[in-house]
């Protein structure tokens, strides 16, 4: 298989953790790549050490924006033909202890983690399959989560947001099958970024103090497995407790992938 990452990568989601290193890693690969997100300064950080970096400030759960956003990418870059979609966003609350939470970060969440990147499909999909020949392939790269296939109390709406973003990669890989538009999903374990910074001492607290938590994976470490992915064109990339996620899932539902013609 070749490479699932081609020549003009968009990485949204590019100003801190998995996004960023990703960000670092493909740029050093000498690809032309785009590093999205919203924190302008960290972006404007990027820049000043990778030479030749683009950036864009954009909001993925500004759905209504995402047409206008993309088409101003798509001029400035048309060559572009990978896109990884790293955004995305943890919350931490209980729904029986109401008051924690809000319908509109509940919307944020659902909005920033399934979609925004709904959207960016349907409006990157058709544009990918317009330009796609033998020597043009594209990849939508979506980084979901172990949690997908786990839902854990306390992070209900970002467990069902994972889970609404594997099934999307399964359905439109599907769809896609026999074209060169390639839908990768990757599925980390735990690994040790911002994305849980605002509930780390309560959690670890709740689950019996530091000796009983789990410990996170570094980033280089999650880097150097999916990396390896990528290059090697896999179209599901799990890491540790993600690839036995992807591994029990396709095990249990095989028999039904195959009588609904699903080779997603
Ligand atoms: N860390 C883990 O244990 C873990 C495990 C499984 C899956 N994941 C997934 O990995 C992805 C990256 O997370 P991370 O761990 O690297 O956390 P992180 O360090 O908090 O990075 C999250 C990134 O998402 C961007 N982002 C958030 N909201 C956005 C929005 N509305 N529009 C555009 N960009 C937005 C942030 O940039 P701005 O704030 O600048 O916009 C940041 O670059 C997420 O999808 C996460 O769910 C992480």
Known sequence: MPSAINKVVLIIGATSGIGEGL?????????KVIAAGRREDRLRLLEKE????????????????????????????????????????????SIKEGHLSSPSKIQSEFDINLTGPTVLSHLLIPHFLQREDDNNPSTICFIGSGLAFVPLPLMPIYCASKAGLHSLCVSLRAELD??????????????????????????????????????????SQFLDNAMEGLLVGRSEIGVGFGQAAFDTWRKAFSPFLERFHVNG
Do not use: W
């Open 23 to 31: 960000t670092r890693r493909i740029h050093a690969q000498g690809k």
């Open 50 to 93: 990778l030479p030749g970096l683009c950036t864009v400030c954009l909001d993925i759960s500004d759905i209504g924006n995402l047409p206008t956003v993309l088409s101003t990418i798509l001029q400035d870059h048309p060559d572009l033909d990978t896109v990884i979609v790293s955004a995305g966003i943890q919350s931490y609350f």
């Open 178 to 219: 026999g074209t060169h538009v390639n839908i990768v999903e990757i599925c980390p374990p735990y690994v040790e970024t911002e994305l849980d910074k605002s509930f780390r001492d309560e959690m670890i607290a709740r689950l019996g103090g530091p000796e009983k938590a789990p410990k996170p994976m570094s980033v």
